[in-house]
């Protein structure tokens, strides 16, 4: 089983030499939210018999640390909806303890944050992305369809007060959070969060036309530098975010630009599905059904050979288009493979 895999621990590098460090794991496509630019407002999910058992997800990511995967984010969906999603944190942080992972961290839409956040906090867990897209109570809950904001701010309260580095992700939106942006910016560096925003992206069928709910992040960049210093940093943090330095007010702004500035080029992660699918690229079909080895054999040595093999197939990068938005560029929704920002709070 995983806690004795005996194979050595070679890096995963795929064919452009582009070690693979970073896993994204989605524990779920559920959610407590049903954001309009995220899902469908009828979503129908899947099967809980379809999806991976916590103790599968633990062997499956036993088997990528071994393999020199150093960083795992938990997502979903709502990764915190689901059923006994603590036992796999405990699981997982026995890697921490070990030295052979470096960092776990959670994408959440703050809903149950104020629940998990201090046993999250004792487990290892030193920072979580919060996603939030607007500090309007009334347009969140247009957004969310069901959302109240005060329950998402008490759980980025108690994140912090369990000592938790909160990070703000907010997609940007037009005609719904574009003016907000200045003031969301400064709320959160007031509070010492960093803050990064996201442009829209097209996965997955909606009821929106999502050409109406794109905002260029270049819009958005050259609008705050009428009110803000933008200073850009080198830091990057495994992600794709590119980062800037507010100097009025000391904080760390993230943009994540999918559609008008490709970020492939240094790309280090794969998401892996609830239902065990790998996928070596957010914006690609191909995939590796990790599940069928799984169930197939108790030998972590096969499963990790799999593993091996899919990661030989990573592209160099997607193909994000936002004018071929009709059908959708990549037909499986955002909740399915845990992207950048699962739903939260706004308009998928």
Not at 27 to 34: A, E, G, I, P
Not at 60 to 69: N, P
Not at 118 to 135: M, Y
Not at 193 to 210: F, N, Q
Request: charge should be neutral; include cysteine.
């Amino acid at each position: 089983m995983a806690d004795d895999i005996s194979f050595p621990p070679a890096p995963l590098i795929d064919p452009f030499q582009r070690a693979i460090t970073y896993l994204r794991i989605s524990v779920t496509d559920r959610c407590d939210l049903r954001c309009a630019y995220c899902m469908s407002e009828t979503m129908q999910f899947l099967p809980k018999r379809d999806l991976l058992s916590l103790e599968e997800l633990d062997r499956l990511c036993s088997v990528f640390i071994a393999r020199g995967v150093r960083k795992l984010r938990i997502t979903g969906g709502e990764p915190l909806v689901r059923r006994d999603i603590m036992h796999l944190f405990r699981r997982l942080s026995r890697h921490l303890d070990s030295g052979a992972l470096k960092e776990l961290t959670l994408t959440t839409n703050g809903t149950q944050l104020a629940r998990f956040a201090p046993e999250l906090a004792a487990l290892g867990v030193k920072r979580v992305n919060v996603s939030l897209d607007t500090l309007d109570a009334g347009k969140f809950r247009e957004v969310t369809r069901r959302g109240d904001l005060p329950v998402v701010l008490d759980g980025i309260e108690a994140a912090r007060k369990a000592g938790m580095q909160v990070k703000i992700n907010a997609v940007a939106l037009r005609d719904v959070n574009g003016d907000e942006i200045p003031d969301m910016i400064a709320w959160a560096h007031g509070l010492g969060m960093d803050m990064t925003l996201i442009e829209v992206m097209p996965l997955g069928e909606i009821e929106a036309d999502r050409t109406d709910q794109f905002l260029p992040l270049s819009v958005v960049r050259q609008r705050l530098e009428g009110r803000y210093t933008l200073t850009p940093l080198p830091d990057r943090t495994g992600g794709p975010a590119r980062y800037v330095r507010v100097e009025e007010t000391g904080g760390r702004l993230g943009f994540i630009t999918p559609l008008t500035h490709n970020f492939c080029e240094s790309c280090n992660r794969v998401r892996l599905t609830c239902t065990g699918q790998l996928y070596l690229c957010l914006g690609q079909e191909d995939s590796a059904d990790l599940r069928a080895v799984l169930r197939a054999t108790q030998d972590d040595a096969v499963l990790a050979r799999a593993v091996e093999e899919a990661i030989t197939r990573k592209p160099k990068g997607h193909d994000f288009v936002i004018e071929r938005q009709r059908p959708a560029a990549v037909p499986r929704h955002m909740s399915v493979t845990g992207a950048e920002r699962p739903p939260s709070g706004s308009m998928r």
